[in-house]
């Protein structure tokens, strides 16, 4: 199946690169959508909070 394909019936997986003030609302709204997301930062406090099911913005 074609990347195009993939995203047209919502079976795409996409990584978000940077879980900040634009990241992680796009990342949240992909997943919204219905795809699987992937999250990736380097601040491993903020990846423990989001684990967690606690938002660290503020």
Do not use: H, W
Request: charged fraction near 20%.
């Amino acid at each position: 199946m074609t990347l195009d394909a993939k995203i047209m019936d919502g079976s795409a997986t996409i990584a978000v690169i940077g879980l900040g003030y634009v990241g992680l609302p796009l990342a949240i709204e992909l997943a919204n959508l219905g795809y699987r997301v992937v999250g990736i930062d380097v601040d491993q406090a903020k990846i423990a909070s989001l684990r967690r099911g606690e938002s660290y913005l503020r």
